[in-house]
């Protein structure tokens, strides 16, 4: 199909593969949200097993990090255009900004004596599932070895230890200065409060914290990419999640599941070759075979409740082989249908992308009034298109299968109604036929001629969009808010039930374009976990499920809560690092 990954008849799924394909289609369908009936949760929070939110392996070497991203000069908007911004050289410093501006704590808020911590990387319902890992070769101020990265404290945690010619061995499994940032996830953290639904929120999850580490690096200067043909099994074994001796009786009922690798290094042009040329896969095995790990997981709960539908989906989803080179990232089809580099910003802003990283946050509640214009809205879309070399988007190795169905609200110069948002012109002939055959498909005036944005029907949408998003005010009370629509069940029956997991990582980059460019629009976005299924489909008309919503999301004129107290991310932290700030 026109669109889909092409694969020869020996390349498509065998009779185990097609089982687990069935398992998470299940999935998917038993953890739907109906008008009347809610997926399975537990229905109230028992905080007297509220999952910590931080990760430590006591027993381990800490190292701590220097506080230094605010030192950062980096324009906001020349994050987007490639060689914008000169390159750091790789180094403890360097390492330590990038992991402030991914992973890294942004501020805390208080009410009353409840405190809790907020991070650069969004996460549903502030849970934070998703664990960072450094893979680092031997470097000015860091030894070569594996490294748990713990926010709290901005430090790094040494769980493996290389040196002498293992150190060299490591090395030389990546291309020169670069280094690898792993990501896994605890589906525990997401399932005390949301229950079976929670395996995919994880996924939303670690498609923001694939964002994130690609914007931290365009800070620096430096390039990300998501190495797409590696297993979990692999990705497992160098971050040390096997290891046996690292998880007492009950931190093994809240082990990490391996999401991700992203090699960090020296911007690659695009279009000369391989994205991730040099990085040896093998040989970092190999090398990590030599020595010994160090450090005991810390439980996270007292008592745990299993969610066996999830550990169903875990299994499934699991990427046991490598992943073939078929659906690798798009060829010029795709991507030469839209200018090689993005638009310029409406106005010309000089706002700082640390300061703005920094102080993006999750909208509570919007105001109903603020709107923005035709022009900021059409920027943000621009964001949302795929090009090669230009960050986000060259983080990603596959194309585009997410697209938005949109409610415009208060855009000055739109007509308020129902848009949609084609994010790749090979899926229009069958968006067009699955959706209302009464649609209008109407391109909007003065929409620039290359953004794919058409309006389907003119009116007031807001009663609809907040009723799909859960009755939630936000979706209606914003400027506009939009569900994600995913090529779904054929291209996972085509690829394999691994390529479940990264639908939901691609809404959860889709979701980082549109926190940040909220921000820099001075309004505010969320991200929208809760939502009607079907009822949003059936405004759109779709049946089946070749086409399925992932994850809303709104953008509007926010409204602060005067309750709460805002704190310095690391005002904890002793003076000395402080200083560095």
Same mark, same amino acid.
């Given at each position: 199909?026109?669109?889909?990954?092409?694969?020869?008849?020996?390349?498509?799924?065998?009779?185990?593969?097609?089982?687990?394909?069935?398992?998470?289609?299940?999935?998917?369908?038993?953890?739907?949200?109906?008008?009347?009936?809610?997926?399975?949760?537990?229905?109230?929070?028992?905080?007297?097993?509220?999952?910590?939110?931080?990760?430590?392996?006591?027993?381990?070497?800490?190292?701590?990090?220097?506080?230094?991203?605010?030192?950062?000069?980096?324009?906001?908007?020349?994050?987007?255009?490639?060689?914008?911004?000169?390159?750091?050289?790789?180094?403890?410093?360097?390492?330590?900004?990038?992991?402030?501006?991914?992973?890294?704590?942004?501020?805390?808020?208080?009410?009353?004596?409840?405190?809790?911590?907020?991070?650069?990387?969004?996460?549903?319902?502030?849970?934070?599932?998703?664990?960072?890992?450094?893979?680092?070769?031997?470097?000015?101020?860091?030894?070569?070895?594996?490294?748990?990265?713990?926010?709290?404290?901005?430090?790094?945690?040494?769980?493996?230890?290389?040196?002498?010619?293992?150190?060299?061995?490591?090395?030389?499994?990546?291309?020169?200065?670069?280094?690898?940032?792993?990501?896994?996830?605890?589906?525990?953290?997401?399932?005390?409060?949301?229950?079976?639904?929670?395996?995919?929120?994880?996924?939303?999850?670690?498609?923001?914290?694939?964002?994130?580490?690609?914007?931290?690096?365009?800070?620096?200067?430096?390039?990300?990419?998501?190495?797409?043909?590696?297993?979990?099994?692999?990705?497992?074994?160098?971050?040390?999640?096997?290891?046996?001796?690292?998880?007492?009786?009950?931190?093994?009922?809240?082990?990490?599941?391996?999401?991700?690798?992203?090699?960090?290094?020296?911007?690659?042009?695009?279009?000369?070759?391989?994205?991730?040329?040099?990085?040896?896969?093998?040989?970092?095995?190999?090398?990590?075979?030599?020595?010994?790990?160090?450090?005991?997981?810390?439980?996270?709960?007292?008592?745990?409740?299993?969610?066996?539908?999830?550990?169903?989906?875990?299994?499934?989803?699991?990427?046991?082989?490598?992943?073939?080179?078929?659906?690798?990232?798009?060829?010029?089809?795709?991507?030469?249908?839209?200018?090689?580099?993005?638009?310029?910003?409406?106005?010309?802003?000089?706002?700082?992308?640390?300061?703005?990283?920094?102080?993006?946050?999750?909208?509570?509640?919007?105001?109903?009034?603020?709107?923005?214009?035709?022009?900021?809205?059409?920027?943000?879309?621009?964001?949302?298109?795929?090009?090669?070399?230009?960050?986000?988007?060259?983080?990603?190795?596959?194309?585009?299968? !997410?697209?938005?169905?949109?409610?415009?609200? @208060?855009?000055? *110069?739109? $007509?308020?109604? #129902?848009? =949609? %948002? &084609?994010?790749?012109?090979?899926?229009?002939?069958?968006?067009?036929?699955? !959706?209302?055959?009464?649609?209008?498909?109407? @391109?909007?005036? *003065?929409? $620039?001629?290359? #953004?794919? =944005? %058409? &309006?389907?029907?003119?009116?007031?949408?807001?009663?609809?969009?907040?009723?799909?998003?859960?009755?939630?005010?936000?979706?209606?009370?914003?400027?506009?808010?939009?569900?994600?629509?995913?090529?779904?069940?054929?291209?996972?029956?085509?690829?394999?039930?691994?390529?479940?997991?990264?639908?939901?990582?691609?809404?959860?980059?889709?979701?980082?374009?549109?926190?940040?460019?909220?921000?820099?629009?001075?309004?505010?976005?969320?991200?929208?976990?809760?939502?009607?299924?079907?009822?949003?489909?059936?405004?759109?008309?779709?049946?089946?499920?070749?086409?399925?919503?992932?994850?809303?999301?709104?953008?509007?004129?926010?409204?602060?809560?005067?309750?709460?107290?805002?704190?310095?991310?690391?005002?904890?932290?002793?003076?000395?690092?402080?200083?560095?700030?």
């Amino acid at each position: 199909m026109d669109g889909e990954m092409n694969q020869s008849e020996d390349q498509r799924p065998g009779a185990k593969e097609q089982n687990s394909i069935e398992t998470v289609l299940a999935y998917h369908r038993r953890t739907k949200h109906h008008l009347h009936r809610f997926a399975a949760s537990p229905g109230y929070l028992d905080w007297a097993t509220q999952p910590d939110p931080f990760r430590t392996y006591n027993g381990a070497e800490r190292v701590e990090l220097p506080l230094l991203a605010d030192r950062l000069d980096a324009v906001y908007a020349k994050l987007y255009f490639p060689g914008a911004v000169p390159a750091m050289p790789l180094e403890r410093n360097s390492v330590a900004m990038l992991f402030e501006l991914a992973l890294g704590l942004s501020a805390w808020k208080q009410y009353e004596s409840s405190r809790w911590a907020l991070r650069c990387n969004p996460s549903s319902g502030n849970l934070h599932p998703t664990e960072g890992y450094a893979i680092l070769p031997e470097m000015p101020g860091l030894s070569a070895g594996v490294y748990h990265y713990v926010s709290r404290d901005h430090c790094l945690e040494r769980r493996y230890v290389l040196e002498g010619r293992a150190g060299q061995q490591l090395a030389g499994s990546f291309p020169p200065a670069s280094f690898l940032v792993g990501l896994s996830s605890i589906h525990w953290r997401e399932a005390w409060k949301y229950g079976e639904r929670a395996f995919r929120y994880c996924q939303h999850d670690a498609g923001h914290a694939i964002a994130t580490v690609r914007y931290a690096a365009a800070a620096l200067g430096w390039s990300a990419r998501l190495i797409a043909d590696v297993s979990d099994t692999a990705i497992a074994a160098v971050l040390g999640l096997t290891q046996p001796e690292s998880f007492s009786a009950i931190a093994e009922q809240d082990r990490e599941h391996p999401d991700a690798l992203l090699l960090v290094g020296p911007p690659h042009p695009p279009g000369k070759g391989e994205e991730t040329e040099g990085f040896d896969m093998a040989k970092l095995r190999d090398v990590l075979l030599a020595g010994a790990w160090v450090g005991l997981a810390n439980s996270l709960s007292p008592a745990h409740v299993r969610w066996p539908v999830i550990d169903a989906a875990a299994e499934a989803t699991w990427q046991a082989d490598r992943v073939t080179e078929t659906g690798r990232r798009g060829g010029p089809d795709i991507v030469d249908k839209f200018p090689a580099s993005p638009t310029r910003p409406v106005v010309d802003s000089q706002i700082n992308a640390v300061r703005l990283v920094k102080q993006r946050r999750s909208c509570l509640s919007l105001d109903g009034i603020t709107s923005i214009s035709a022009e900021t809205f059409f920027g943000m879309l621009d964001r949302l298109l795929p090009r090669p070399g230009v960050a986000p988007w060259d983080v990603w190795p596959w194309p585009p299968h !997410l697209h938005c169905g949109i409610f415009v609200h @208060r855009v000055r *110069g739109l $007509p308020p109604g #129902l848009y =949609l %948002f &084609e994010r790749s012109p090979t899926v229009h002939e069958r968006l067009r036929s699955a !959706l209302r055959a009464d649609f209008l498909w109407k @391109r909007p005036e *003065g929409c $620039p001629e290359y #953004l794919p =944005l %058409f &309006e389907l029907v003119e009116g007031d949408f807001r009663e609809q969009a907040q009723v799909v998003s859960c009755h939630q005010g936000i979706a209606g009370d914003g400027a506009f808010s939009l569900g994600m629509i995913a090529e779904f069940s054929e291209s996972i029956r085509a690829t394999g039930a691994w390529w479940y997991r990264r639908l939901f990582w691609e809404s959860g980059l889709l979701g980082q374009v549109l926190y940040l460019e909220a921000e820099a629009a001075g309004v505010r976005g969320t991200g929208i976990g809760c939502y009607f299924d079907d009822a949003f489909h059936n405004l759109l008309g779709l049946d089946g499920d070749h086409f399925q919503s992932l994850y809303h999301f709104t953008v509007g004129g926010p409204v602060d809560d005067p309750r709460l107290i805002t704190l310095s991310a690391y005002s904890h932290l002793d003076g000395a690092r402080l200083e560095s700030t």
